[in-house]
């Protein structure tokens, strides 16, 4: 395909006049495996806080490759690794539903965020649902968090540490993690990190660190599994590069492919486990969701959001991705995502419909 970047530099542009974002990157995975980037007004490998696409790099991937190795499985029951856990259906609660977010927690993190560490740890392991597990699809932080937990226990490392060893170092991925001012290994200088949000609940504006407020709280425990997480354009099309290219051996299947649906069933849910009302979704990953991956989506289209401005959108039949990074939510956030959804949609067709 004959690659357009005046067309996606316009694209950034108008969405600046229209005041969506400032700073924007876009990368693109083509199909022959080459990557382009269109930024604007900032360089191609400025660093983003990602926020929720922490869920996938490198939560759910974690995840699935321990699932992959044998060492993990959709079945396990949570409480085996959080003995903790005290709410009610606690026995039924499988990795599978945290995974899908098919677990009923009806509880803002956000409200949380005036706990301590432990208090909000101890309002999930205490929260009583409404509804059995798997009844019903409902995509928050919570199911992360647990998520994030179980990996650490499981690998005795925090997420920083499996995510540099499984992923961020093998691939090159130097400017990808937790704490970007701090850290010991790579770290980057505040200039080149992109500025988030003037944050009313901390009282200033926020820049190299942890933007989501009850993850921002959790950090002084550990890394959580639901945000937090800083990367570059540069850095997260080698990650998905890596999951295209179906590594490890396996990840593409699992990514890509409905969980709930009837003929997957058997492969990935648990035993006796009944399909989520209104659930479209992988293992980590959404699917198929034109809001912000556009019309030009087959069933197999997997991607991700997060609350900042950053998104994945990946088809992989054609075998070729969008990732964007931009400061949506500086200087203050808007009430709802609808503007960076149709801003997300636009640039995937725009990208997509040349394929």
Known sequence: MHFDDYSIKKLLQQAESE??????????????????????????????????????????????SYILEGKLDVDTKVVEFIPELQTNYRE??????????????RVPMKTLRELPPEGILNALYTYQFAKAPGE???????ASVLLGIILQRLAGADLQQQGRERFFEPLGMTRSGWDPLSRDWNPVPKNE??????????????????????????????????????????????????????????????????AFAREDAAKFMPAGATAAEGACTALGWELAQSKFMGSHISPRTFG????????????????????LLSD??????????????????????????KL
């Open 19 to 64: 005041n969506v974002f400032h700073k924007a990157v876009a990368g693109f995975i083509l199909p022959d495996g080459s990557v382009r980037t269109v930024a604007l007004n900032t360089p191609e490998n400025t660093v983003f806080d990602i926020a929720s696409l922490t869920k996938v790099c490198p939560t759910s991937t974690l995840a699935l």
């Open 136 to 142: 019903d699809f409902n995509y928050g932080n919570p």
């Open 193 to 258: 990190i992109a500025p988030t949000e003037f944050c009313n609940f901390r009282g200033r504006e926020i820049q190299g660190e942890i933007h989501d407020e009850s993850a921002w709280v959790l950090r002084k425990l550990f890394p959580v599994g639901s945000a937090g997480m800083f990367s570059c354009v540069p850095d997260l099309l080698k990650f998905v590069k890596m999951v295209l290219n179906d590594e490890p051996k396996g990840i593409l299947d699992l990514v890509s492919r409905n």
């Open 328 to 353: 949506f939510t500086y200087p203050h956030r808007e009430p709802n995502a609808d503007r960076i959804h149709a801003f997300r949609a636009c640039l995937a067709d725009a990208f997509f419909g």
């Open 92 to 105: 039924d609660i499988r990795i599978f539903h945290l995974l899908t977010h098919s677990l009923d927690y």
């Open 304 to 323: 991700k959001t997060g609350f900042t401005g950053a998104s994945i959108v990946c088809d992989p039949i054609a075998g070729a991705a969008v990732v």
